[in-house]
Nanobody
Framework: QVQLVESGGGLVQPGGSLRLSCAASGNIFSLYAMGWYRQAPGKQRELVARLSTDGGTNYADSVKGRFTISRDNAKNTVYLQMNSLKPEDTAVYYC?????????WGQGTQVTVSS
């Protein structure tokens, strides 16, 4: 059984930084991408950053230059380094491991940017 466990969320002041982690356990077959998504209250879930297994990356325009997605293959973990955080980054952040057959999702971690 595949499980994704996120950590690293919390409360941070504007301009601050956080690093989210998402550790996967279980056997994942035909993985082709990992990603971070977020959902703010009253809004749809949106893609924040995506990392393909060939190394390609995609970022939402709103986070380009501030957020960086990376992975540690040995730990089966994907990270999201978030710098220069803004109040509009406040949301629940979800990680996803995408395979040909199914997308696996984490439970979400709250990120709140406020003074």
């Amino acid at each position: 059984q595949v499980q994704l466990v996120e950590s690293g969320g919390g409360l941070v002041q504007p301009g601050g930084s956080l690093r989210l982690s998402c550790a996967a356990s279980g056997n994942i077959f035909s993985l082709y991408a990992m990603g971070w998504y977020r959902q703010a209250p009253g809004k749809q879930r949106e893609l924040v950053a995506r990392l393909s297994t060939d190394g390609g990356t995609n970022y939402a325009d709103s986070v380009k230059g501030r957020f960086t997605i990376s992975r540690d293959n040995a730990k089966n973990t994907v990270y999201l380094q978030m710098n220069s955080l803004k109040p509009e980054d406040t949301a629940v952040y979800y990680c996803a491991f995408q395979t040909i057959q199914i997308n696996y999702w984490g439970q979400g971690t709250q990120v709140t940017v406020s003074s």
